[in-house]
């Protein structure tokens, strides 16, 4: 369930889209510097949004840089980190390496289970650094497949698992705004897990894989827009979060992300199944 909390780049001024890739590339160095070169891999955007956010709120020194690296070889990136990049370098590995595990033990991949076990002691490395949020990946990701296996057919109970998983990410240590970025979390983290599912709609009813959307249906399909009234109540839920935040760094590069971003992969999909139905019926496109 990576790839959902991006921005959408086609609406950002050139000063947005340069914070936003400094972020990510700061991430990217934070990654190598925490547990080597092998899991700048696992780097996505999902968690240069997290950093984001943490960072407009608590204002932290940051550290500008610029440097080539394998994907930029011929001319240096600029970057900046702070404190967070660290925190999101160690959530990346942790929640990469739960995918792997999760993916080997669903499909038998070879390859997954090899790439585990090489995350493994980087992984054992966060539990010591984060043992809140470690305890609460592991715990909700269990009660998520237990959830899936018993075939529930209520998928906000589903979505209520990833949530809790979420919430806990955005909080790295407790004060007084801490119950805003767990709502926050939380909201965001159901809205993802129903994104995927509803994007995952036709791909899981072929291949006979658990969807909790298919379940709700008794295994039918329905139109990507019958889930779209779903996804915007649960999106309201962390946007009122998200207006509750003394949020003034980065703000509207945040609201890029929260507001159009987040949809991105719902909409694309949804044009895409659209445009088969119109040529389907035979008309224009």
């Known amino acids: 369930m990576f790839g959902y909390v991006i921005a959408r780049k086609d609406t950002l001024s050139e000063e947005q889209l340069a914070r936003y890739?400094?972020?990510?590339?700061?991430?990217c160095h934070a990654l190598k510097e925490q547990a080597g070169s092998l899991h700048r891999l696992a780097l996505n955007y999902d968690m240069t949004f997290l950093i984001l956010v943490l960072s407009s709120l608590y204002e932290p020194e940051e550290k500008a840089d610029s440097a080539r690296c394998a994907v930029h070889p011929a001319r240096p990136q600029a970057f900046w980190q702070n404190r967070f990049s660290?925190?999101?370098?160690?959530?990346?590995?942790?929640?990469?390496?739960?995918?792997?595990?999760?993916?080997?033990?669903?499909?038998?991949d070879k390859l997954k289970k090899g790439l585990m076990d090489q995350m493994q002691p980087a992984y054992d490395k966060v539990k010591v650094r984060l043992p809140r949020q470690c305890a609460h990946i592991e715990q909700e990701l269990a009660a998520l497949t237990a959830l899936e296996q018993a075939n529930e057919t209520v998928p906000d109970k589903c979505a209520a698992a990833f949530g809790r998983l979420m919430a806990e990410l955005f909080v790295l240590e407790e004060d007084r705004w801490s119950p805003v970025l767990?709502?926050?979390?939380?909201?965001?983290?159901?809205?993802?897990?129903?994104?995927?599912?509803?994007v995952d709609l036709q791909k899981d009813a072929k291949k006979g894989r658990y969807n909790p959307l298919l379940a709700m249906h008794a295994g039918?399909?329905?139109?990507?827009?019958?889930?779209?009234?779903?996804?915007?109540?649960?999106?309201?839920?962390?946007?009122a979060a998200f207006d509750r935040l003394p949020l003034v760094q980065d703000a509207d590069l945040l609201k890029n992300i929260l507001?159009?971003?987040?949809?991105?992969?719902?909409?694309?999909?949804?044009a895409r199944q659209e445009h088969k139905e119109k040529k389907k019926e035979g008309a224009p496109v």
């Open 21 to 27: 890739r400094g972020c990510y590339c700061g991430l």
């Open 259 to 270: 507001f159009e971003g987040v949809w991105t992969m719902y909409h694309q999909a949804r």
């Open 220 to 239: 039918q399909t329905r139109p990507l827009a019958d889930f779209e009234p779903m996804l915007l109540m649960v999106a309201s839920g962390f946007a």
């Open 182 to 198: 767990r709502e926050m979390g939380f909201f965001l983290g159901q809205f993802i897990y129903l994104q995927d599912a509803a």
């Open 86 to 108: 660290t925190y999101a370098a160690d959530l990346t590995v942790a929640l990469t390496y739960h995918k792997l595990r999760d993916d080997w033990l669903d499909e038998g």
